[in-house]
Nanobody
Framework: QVQLVESGGGLVQAGGFLRLSCAAS????????MGWYRQAPGKQRELVAT???????NYADSVKGRFTISRDNAKNTVYLQMNSLKPEDTGVYYC?????????WGQGTQVTVSS
């Protein structure tokens, strides 16, 4: 039974910061590429960042230099540190795990950045 549970979302002022967490269970965490996606109101879900089982990271251009993805394999948890937040970062953030056979998704956590 696969379960990804996000936490850490909330309402912040522009320029502020948040740290999202995703606790994984029911998957072989160390074999999964983990990622964060987000979906703004009325827009398509987009990739924010990924981290492989070898700790290689990739970021969307819009968040480079501001967001940092990391993972703790001992805790089966992936994090997204979000700094210098902008109103355009607002959306529902989803945790994703991919083993090469398919994707697993969390329920999402709301991030709202006010101007």
């Amino acid at each position: 039974q696969v379960q990804l549970v996000e936490s850490g979302g909330g309402l912040v002022q522009a320029g502020g910061f948040l740290r999202l967490s995703c606790a994984a269970s029911g998957i072989s965490f160390r074999l999964n590429v983990m990622g964060w996606y987000r979906q703004a109101p009325g827009k398509q879900r987009e990739l924010v960042a990924t981290i492989t089982n070898f700790d290689t990271t990739n970021y969307a251009d819009s968040v480079k230099g501001r967001f940092t993805i990391s993972r703790d394999n001992a805790k089966n948890t992936v994090y997204l540190q979000m700094n210098s937040l902008k109103p355009e970062d607002t959306g529902v953030y989803y945790c994703n795990g991919n083993s090469g056979r398919g994707n697993s998704w969390g329920q999402g956590t709301q991030v709202t950045v006010s101007s």
